[in-house]
């Protein structure tokens, strides 16, 4: 039975080929936007006995008219395509077990984290949904910085806080002249960098 489907072809340019297609496709009834690596995608209607053919006569009518290779296509009957429409793909969603048991700790450690806003979760009824994509954020530890203790001197030496390393090779690396003064006072808790 003939019925009418909607295909979508996206095509390898990215050349502003509109008004061309626009012209080439009127009996298609075409719309025209950009795929999500800003290729072009044509999406036409035409009538076909089943998807497959939908398929291959719009994937010959598109390149015939633009002469640009096919890269993806997606074909729905027109009557699916409308019931689609405005609607955005749901993520895949997870529940507060399931969380806990990807990044590796308790379910009430999950609601913590959803309480405290750390971890994106959306109530539906009476439980917590947990976008997948938001657990691999939140199974990376926060990155630290990491400062050398010669890293920590070359400031302070830098600074006027640490005297000026002035030993000779004979002496060994980094021995302090025995007339300079210590830096700190023995037991001063100084912190080297952020932790």
Do not use: C, F
Request: proline letters at 10%; zero cysteines.
């Amino acid at each position: 039975m003939t019925a009418h489907h909607t295909v979508r072809v996206e095509l390898n340019t990215r050349d502003d080929i509109g008004t061309q297609l626009s012209t080439a496709l009127s009996a298609y009834h075409p719309t025209l936007s950009r795929g999500p690596r800003g290729h072009v995608v044509v999406a036409i209607t035409l009538p076909a006995d089943s998807v497959v053919q939908a398929v291959q006569t719009a994937v010959a009518v598109v390149a015939q008219a633009t002469g640009a290779d096919v890269l993806a296509v997606e074909a729905l009957p027109a009557e699916e395509s409308t019931k689609r429409a405005g609607l955005a793909p749901v993520p895949p969603l997870l529940s507060v077990s399931e969380a806990a048991a990807q990044l590796g700790v308790s379910r009430q450690a999950v609601l913590q984290r959803i309480d405290s806003g750390s971890l994106p979760a959306t109530r539906i009824g009476s439980t917590w949904a947990v976008p997948g994509a938001s657990l691999i954020q939140a199974a990376q530890p926060p990155a630290r910085r990491r400062t050398s203790l010669s890293d920590v001197a070359a400031t302070w030496e830098g600074e006027g806080r640490w005297p000026k390393d002035t030993s000779t090779p004979e002496d060994g690396p980094g021995v302090l002249p025995s007339s300079a003064p210590l830096p700190l006072p023995l037991g001063a808790n100084v912190p080297i960098g952020p932790m």
